[in-house]
């Protein structure tokens, strides 16, 4: 324990003589600053000051880092005029809030504007020097002190300088806001809790050129980034997005240098000619494109449709007539444009000379005075030089894009302070419920009060900000447009935004659009044309999913749309055409009524009631004859009441099948069958004991079949047919079947038997009786009577077993409706069969040769005379 608080002693003596020393060698006399940055700057002093952020040059001299020598600063040079009339738009604003007696009333905003030279060690020291200040400021107890210069930053222009000014000024809560930086990684609350923007973010940006390759049909595109967070995160955006909607694929993505590397650039072009993708979208700045169409001018690279992000959109370099024949027609996605009242006669006051502007300021805005300007050699600027008639971009304000977004991030830093200063004391946003007041001001305090912003500029836009720091968003969408006469224009052709109702939304004027091409059509730009209605897309393995062939549907299956992966299969009920794009409702096929097959066999079956009747009508008239009274005229009326139930169930074989026809016919039919046959057994068993009777001994066998005998026979066959079908209705009935067995693209309608084994049970013991009808019979054959009738139910019995003998195999192999069909015709062949050969003779007797119908004649005794 004394060991731990002697080592901790020895630490603090340790740590007293460091500080002590470096404060005794790097601040002699008091606290000093290390050095100063010089920074091409502008000032306006004021009650709160505001900083800004501006790309005024493009380029700085490279410092010699040997260290065997201080180093020197920096020097910019390459004057961007639109970067410095940004600069302006923020003094402009602020100038105006300070004329506003309804915004921050006395309250003066001041401003500090650094140039950062499009540099990120320049922009990071300016950001630096905005919130620590660089002046020297000690008070008598030796300590440095004094409020930050600044209380928000408007800027920085580059998303990298704002990754890394923002990293920084995150942690002690600096609000920034910028006008430019896209980038959506600065979406990360918890990266940079202070970052705002008025610009929309890539993430938006990138779904807004994908709803424009969605609305032309393109889904195969190229894509090319810078390699900095701003084309890297696009990249990453990009592919993110269009692998959630599949709304299209990249055909490459590529990494455009920063430096003239000619031979990567070659490569680059060379891999756009071969590719097949006819949409190329650029996520870089206008220093790549240049470097980039170098080589494309070189190649000759026609006819691609190029897509702009907002960061090269309105290069006024690129729009020159050697680069049209192959960026005419590009849509790009510009910053909204805006209207800014008074800015133009704000930019006609710019002096090099003013009181405000440093001996840097003075540098920076000598160039934009080029009526002075001159060619080999002219005169200096004197500072008083008329800039009303001066042909120059500086004062171009009909299309204020960049400059709308520094004046919307200026008045989101005025009206959330002043918000703060609106505070009433007891009813403040902070703890205690306390206020902040102008002599206290923290920028952590405009932070909270920046989350909560709402306004609506003149123009008529309203600005607030989201959780992640971001605005409303919304794009311009702009059209190259070249000219007969060989200049350019870039055209406003529709909008990409964000409502709280509508969500996002593209609205585009196609009328307005220049397509640099023969057609004067956008073009088609795609991996694998859609497949036609009825066929399937099945990936190729290894390419993106929108390269695909197209494999028809099978039968059966349809795809009706375009996009379609797989087949869908058509209802049960349905089929495909033969385009395999619909369904269409299965033909139905059953024995119809409707058709000549089921006309036929109807009329067959009535014909065959109507001669059943006919027989037993002349069979009721002539009842009293021989003929007719032979063998028991009962039984033969009884038979030709079931021939005619037989004729009337083949009527319920025809038809589409019900549920209470499918039970019914088969019962019907094999009751009446046996109804039939049993008449038939019981005269041929009668017809045996007549021949027995008249034999020595044999009287005692008529009275076995007398007339209660033979309808008890007939009653307790049919009553064993009636239990057998009783039985097989109610264990497992037959049905309706929708068979599709026999064909795919149709549906079969017959009455599944139900149980194979009740079916062929009431065929077995119909064929039994009919088989016993037919032994008997053939035994009695040799009757000596004139009329023996034991000779035409044997003939009768041999037709009917034929038939059903025949009906077994047929009836199995037919499939569908031809099952019934032969089913009704076996039917009907052998009710015609019974009819024809049991009654055809008695009826031609009765009717043509009444001589033969006599009891002697009957008897074989002769015909009377």
Same mark, same amino acid.
């Given at each position: 324990m004394w060991s731990y608080l002697l080592t901790i002693f020895f630490l603090l003596i340790l740590v007293y003589s460091f500080s002590s020393a470096s404060c005794s060698s790097l601040f002699p006399s008091s606290c000093q600053l290390l050095g100063k940055f010089h920074l091409n700057g502008m000032h306006k002093t004021g009650d709160v000051i505001l900083g800004g952020l501006f790309q005024v040059h493009f380029f700085s001299s490279i410092q010699d880092l040997s260290f065997t020598s201080q180093s020197q600063q920096s020097v910019c040079h390459g004057f961007d005029v639109l970067g410095f009339r940004q600069a302006q738009t923020m003094a402009f604003a602020i100038d105006e809030i300070n004329r506003n007696s309804n915004l921050l009333p006395n309250v003066t905003l001041g401003y500090t504007l650094y140039d950062n030279c499009l540099e990120l060690g320049i922009g990071f020291r300016a950001a630096l020097s905005l919130v620590s200040g660089q002046e020297e400021k000690i008070i008598l107890n030796n300590k440095c002190a004094g409020n930050p210069p600044v209380i928000g930053i408007v800027g920085d222009s580059s998303s990298t300088r704002s990754i890394a000014i923002s990293t920084v000024l995150g942690l002690y809560r600096v609000p920034m806001v910028s006008y430019f930086a896209t980038c959506s990684c600065l979406s990360d609350r918890q990266k940079y809790p202070s970052f705002f923007r008025t610009i929309p973010s890539d993430a938006f940006q990138v779904r807004a050129i994908i709803q424009i390759l969605k609305h032309f049909g393109w889904t195969w595109a190229g894509l090319l980034i810078s390699d900095d967070d701003y084309g890297l995160h696009a990249a990453r955006a990009f592919q993110s997005e269009l692998s959630l909607s599949g709304e299209g694929c990249l055909a490459y993505v590529e990494v455009l240098p920063w430096d003239t590397d000619t031979d990567e650039i070659r490569r680059i072009v060379d891999v756009i000619k071969k590719s097949t993708a006819r949409v190329v979208i650029v996520f870089a700045h206008e220093s790549h494109m240049i470097n980039l169409m170098e080589e494309v001018v070189a190649h000759n690279l026609i006819g691609l449709q190029w897509i702009a992000s907002e960061a090269w959109t309105a290069a006024a370099v690129l729009q020159i007539p050697q680069l049209m024949p192959y960026l005419g027609g590009t849509?790009?996605?510009?910053?909204?444009?805006?209207?800014?009242?008074?800015?133009?006669?704000?930019?006609?006051?710019?002096?090099?000379n003013l009181p405000h502007s440093t001996s840097y300021g003075r540098s920076m805005v000598r160039e934009p005075f080029t009526v002075c300007w001159l060619e080999g050699g002219g005169a200096i600027c004197t500072g008083q030089e008329d800039l009303e008639n001066a042909d120059t971009e500086f004062l171009e304000i009909s299309n204020l894009r960049p400059e709308y977004n520094v004046y919307k991030a200026v008045y989101a830093l005025a009206y959330s302070l002043d918000d703060m200063l609106q505070c009433k004391p007891g009813r403040g946003s902070f703890s205690g419920d306390s206020c902040a007041t102008l002599q206290s001001l923290e920028p952590w305090q405009l932070v909270y009060h920046l989350e909560r912003v709402n306004f609506t500029t003149s123009f008529g836009d309203q600005v607030s900000f989201d959780e992640n720091g971001d605005a409303l968003p919304i794009y311009d969408v702009m059209n190259w447009l070249w000219l007969p006469d060989g200049s350019t224009e870039v055209q406003n052709v529709g909008e990409v935004k964000r409502s709280t109702f509508k969500g996002e939304e593209l609205i585009l004027d196609e009328d307005k659009i220049f397509w640099n091409f023969e057609s004067k059509k956008p073009p088609r730009s795609v991996c694998s044309e859609n497949c036609p209605p009825g066929a399937h897309m099945v990936r190729r393995k290894g390419e993106p999913e929108c390269c695909f062939d197209c494999i028809p549907c099978s039968e059966g299956k349809i795809t009706n749309t375009s996009d379609s992966l797989e087949c869908t299969s058509c209802p049960e009920d349905f089929w495909s055409n033969p385009n395999r794009d619909h369904c269409i409702p299965k033909q139905t096929e059953f024995l119809s009524y409707h058709e000549p097959l089921g006309i036929c066999l109807t009329a067959t079956s009535l014909l065959g009631t109507f001669v059943c009747a006919v027989v037993l009508g002349i069979f009721i008239y002539h009842r009293r004859t021989p003929i007719v009274r032979a063998n028991n005229s009962e039984l033969s009326f009884q038979l030709l009441l079931s021939l005619k139930m037989c004729f009337l169930c083949s009527l319920l074989f025809i038809g589409r099948p019900r549920l209470w026809t499918c039970q019914l016919r088969h019962a019907a039919f094999g009751i009446s069958f046996v109804l039939c046959v049993s008449c038939i057994l019981v005269k041929t068993m009668v017809v045996l004991?007549?021949?027995?009777?008249?034999?020595? #001994?044999?009287?005692?066998? &008529?009275?076995?079949?007398? @007339?209660?005998?033979?309808? #008890?026979?007939?009653?307790? &066959?049919?009553?064993?047919? @009636?239990a057998i079908c009783t039985t097989w209705l109610v264990s497992s009935s037959p049905a309706p079947h929708k068979n599709t067995q026999y064909h795919n693209d149709k549906i079969v309608y017959e009455c599944a038997v139900g149980s194979t084994v009740g079916f062929a049970v009431l065929l077995g013991y119909i064929g039994m009786l009919a088989f016993l009808s037919f032994l008997i019979a053939f035994l009695v054959r040799n009757l000596p009577d004139s009329f023996n009738e034991a000779k035409l139910i044997t003939f009768s019995m041999l037709i009917f077993c034929a038939v059903w003998v025949a009906f077994v195999p047929a009836y199995i192999s037919s499939p569908g409706k031809l099952a019934d069909a032969v089913e009704v015709f076996a039917i009907l062949a052998s009710s015609f069969g019974l009819l024809i050969t049991l009654f055809g003779p008695k009826c031609y007797i009765i009717l043509l040769r009444p001589e033969m119908n006599t009891k002697k004649a009957v008897m074989g005794r002769g015909i009377e005379s």
């Open positions: 849509l790009g996605i510009a910053i909204r444009r805006g209207e800014i009242q008074g800015l133009r006669e704000f930019l006609l006051q710019v002096r090099p004991a007549v021949f027995k009777a008249s034999k020595p #001994g044999g009287g005692t066998s &008529l009275k076995w079949f007398g @007339a209660m005998q033979q309808r #008890g026979t007939v009653l307790f &066959l049919t009553s064993i047919q @009636a």
